[in-house]
């Protein structure tokens, strides 16, 4: 049994426990339900142990580690501006849509306030900072303080500059410096998948809170998160296709046939380092791309690019907010985007990806982050969608890279 079977059914019955302890309105049941949701509280706090150290390492490993040599210089930076460009473009329009699309989501008033009054929310936000304190705290006076506070925004932005920084100094001094944070990625990635071994039980703990706390309505909402997440990538994915008709004057069947055998293996295994095989062929055979974007650019896309990460956080965050009956301030929409930009970088290679690091964009939203544990437990399907995005996306940044290679080939053919 796969481990994603074993967090559904595990979910599954957490939920199914928490609703007979509901049911019944016996005191006793009720408390000793509340302590069991502390053991999933205690699994949840376990992952976000290992949050920073992850992400401010494949943020080194993955600016500073890369080469830099001055024949891939022009490539890498096209590579980046895409990724960039991108990221942020999904990220603005789901942010920009997603509030209006969980406004409808059929869940019970009264059992989102009490969820709520249950979560690690304020119970009234905080006033939304001015435009001068919002400029003014993206650079940290201090880095190690925004790390031990949670300051995910800015400890972002110094780990990027430090890392930038890093990716310049003489390589014999810099190399040491990556095996150092390569090391520390390794670590956490072990330590990480012995945590979400343990995800069967800890989402049981936390479905056994959430039911009672919400009752039955919370399987009518878990649903519809899951419908909407899943149509919100197949939909960003088919946006891809007329991109890259414009950008690499690619024919979208030539696309579409480069794509598919990468697409299929991604949504039957869940991994894009499995479809790496097939985006290969597909990128050299199909496309008839340069060794240039086949060797490197595509590589690279593997290592730093998931394209669904901005869409699938940020309709996870506005879900939560919905679950949880949490406004979240049109103000925090830019700490939004950019946060889920930026820990989009740092998904690959962690067991479970996304809903793992979903934390920091939670934090930047002000909702409660036991909230990912539901997440976890609901993710194989998004994630089969989500990884068909990020190869799709892979796919599509090489061919716009290496167009300007296929007019000399095809002279020469």
């Not at 969608?385 to 890279?401: D, Q």
Request: aromatic fraction near 6%.
């Amino acid at each position: 049994m796969s481990a994603g079977t074993r967090a559904i059914l595990g979910l599954a019955a957490g939920l199914a426990a928490g609703a007979a302890v509901a049911a019944s309105g016996q005191p006793t049941l009720l408390k000793i339900g509340s302590a069991v949701e502390v053991g999933g509280k205690l699994w949840i706090n376990a992952i976000l142990m290992t949050i920073v150290p992850l992400v401010v390492a494949k943020l080194v490993v993955s600016i500073a580690g890369q080469d830099a040599s001055p024949s891939l210089g022009r490539a890498g930076w096209r590579a980046v501006a895409l990724f960039v460009a991108l990221l942020a473009t999904t990220a603005a329009v789901t942010a920009a849509l997603m509030p209006a699309v969980f406004a409808r989501l059929p869940i019970d008033a009264v059992a989102s306030a009490s969820r709520h009054a249950a979560a690690s929310v304020p119970s009234a936000p905080a006033a939304p900072p001015s435009v001068v304190q919002s400029v003014l705290g993206l650079v940290p006076s201090n880095a190690i303080r925004a790390a031990a506070d949670g300051a995910i925004v800015p400890l972002l932005v110094f780990t990027v500059a430090f890392a930038l920084a890093a990716s310049r100094i003489p390589p014999d001094l810099r190399r040491p410096l990556v095996t150092l944070f390569r090391a520390v990625d390794a670590t956490i990635t072990v330590l990480l998948h012995w945590i979400v071994a343990m995800a069967p039980y800890g989402v049981f703990a936390l479905g056994v809170g959430l039911a009672i706390s919400v009752g039955g309505a919370v399987i009518v909402a878990l649903v519809g998160y899951i419908v909407v997440s899943s149509a919100a990538l197949v939909v960003f994915t088919a946006l891809l296709y007329p991109v890259v008709r414009l950008a690499a004057h690619t024919p979208l069947g030539q696309f579409a046939r480069a794509c598919a055998p990468a697409q299929t293996v991604a949504f039957g295994t869940h991994s894009s380092l499995a479809s790496l095989p097939a985006m290969l062929d597909g990128a050299e055979s199909r496309l008839g791309l340069s060794g240039t974007a086949t060797g490197f650019v595509l590589p690279l896309s593997l290592a730093v690019f998931k394209y669904s990460g901005p869409i699938w956080f940020i309709t996870a965050t506005y879900f939560v907010g919905r679950l949880y009956d949490v406004t979240i301030d049109p103000s925090r929409a830019v700490a939004i985007v950019v946060v889920s930009v930026v820990t989009s970088l740092a998904i690959g290679g962690v067991p479970s990806g996304a809903a793992v690091v979903v934390a920091p964009v939670l934090a930047a939203a002000g909702l409660p982050v036991e909230a990912m544990g539901v997440l976890l437990a609901v993710d194989p399907i998004p994630n089969a969608f989500r990884t068909v995005a990020n190869v799709t996306g892979m796919m599509a940044v090489t061919a716009m890279v290496g167009a300007g290679a296929l007019p000399q080939r095809a002279k020469e053919s």
